[in-house]
Each structure stands twice: as structure tokens, then as C-alpha cells.
């Protein structure tokens, strides 16, 4: 009796014994080592629109794309009827920031209407942009990207980007009455 009450509590010692690994594997009161500290992101370029509530028959500039350094925005028709085409500069700081690549968007082609499309930077710092359909269609109605344009940064600092000499057209070669809208970008310092 004696002999057998010895063996279940060493069976007993044992089994606790060997589970306290277990615990502090499974989360108990072992120590855990301290956790370094989050580091916030650099701080990224950004990009506010001169008019917000541009949102009907408007051409505006949205950032698409920020980072550190670099930042591409979208010349974007909202809710447009019959854009046949359009015309405009885009005027910004040459020695705050630099295109450095662009590519028209598909919404005046999207059904496969011929398009003519030119952008030219004359001086530093002012491009200007002429799109269109050609032939005797329709013009395009809805919303969606015209040109998107990335830029690299080279100063911190606050600059516009504005659109200048603008004017849009309907498929009778009229006036459309379209709001351009651009905005101001804000280069964080570097680190």
C-alpha cells in the first residue's frame, strides 16, 4: 500500500514537473522580451485639390500615387456629356518638381473612336496638352483618366500645380461649360 502510494505521487511530481515547460511555451508568467519600437513611414508628398466639390462637368488634377520623393497625378473628366476633346497647360515650379514621364488615358478612346492626342513642355515648368476625337462621332460621356503624369520632387516645400488657358468641346464643336481644377503639393523635408 505504502510502495503503491509512492509510486502515484512520484508519477503525480513528475507530471507537474514536466508540464511546467509547457506553460511558459503556452504563454504563462515567463518573460517575454521587450518589443522595439514601431517606427512611423517617412512622411510622403501630398496633394490638395483647389476645388473638393469639383465633382460634375470638371477636368481636375487627383493624386493616384505618393511617396517620399515622387507622386503622379491623373487629369480626370468628372461626370462629363459629349467631351469631344479638350485643351490646357498644366503650369507648375520647374525647380520644386520635374515630369518625369506621362501617358494619356483611354476614356476619349474607350470605344474605339480615333484620338489625337499632343503634349508639349515649351519652357520649364509649363506643358501644354491638346485631346481629341477624330471624325464625325459622338463625344465621350461619363467620367474617367485623360493623362496621367508622374512627377519627381526636388525641393521640400508647398507649390501649385495649375491648370491655365483651358477650354473644352463638344461634338458640334461648341463650348462645353467644364470647371478645370488643380491643386497644391507639399514636399515633406527629407530625414
Do not use: H, K, W
Not at 97 to 122: E, K
Amino acid at each position: 500500500m505504502i510502495a503503491r502510494a509512492r509510486i502515484e505521487r512520484t508519477i503525480a511530481t513528475v507530471a507537474i514537473i514536466g508540464g511546467l515547460p509547457m506553460m511558459g511555451a503556452c504563454g504563462g508568467s515567463s518573460p517575454t522580451a521587450p518589443r522595439p519600437p514601431v517606427e512611423p513611414p517617412p512622411p510622403t508628398v501630398t496633394f490638395v485639390s483647389d476645388n473638393t466639390d469639383a465633382t460634375t462637368n470638371s477636368i481636375v488634377l487627383v493624386m493616384t500615387t505618393t511617396g517620399t520623393d515622387s507622386f503622379t497625378l491623373t487629369l480626370t473628366a468628372n461626370s462629363v456629356t459629349d467631351l469631344f476633346g479638350y485643351a490646357l497647360d498644366i503650369v507648375f515650379d520647374p525647380t520644386a518638381i520635374t515630369l518625369s514621364s506621362s501617358q494619356f488615358g483611354a476614356f476619349l478612346n474607350a470605344d474605339g473612336i480615333t484620338v489625337t492626342s499632343q503634349m508639349t513642355q515649351t519652357t520649364p515648368g509649363t506643358l501644354i496638352i491638346g485631346q481629341s476625337r477624330v471624325g464625325a462621332v459622338a463625344g465621350a460621356t461619363g467620367s474617367g483618366a485623360l493623362l496621367t503624369l508622374d512627377f519627381t520632387t526636388i525641393t521640400a516645400g508647398v507649390t501649385t500645380i495649375a491648370i491655365a488657358n483651358a477650354g473644352a468641346f463638344d461634338s458640334t464643336g461648341a463650348a462645353l461649360g467644364t470647371e478645370f481644377v488643380g491643386g497644391t503639393v507639399t514636399v515633406p523635408a527629407s530625414e
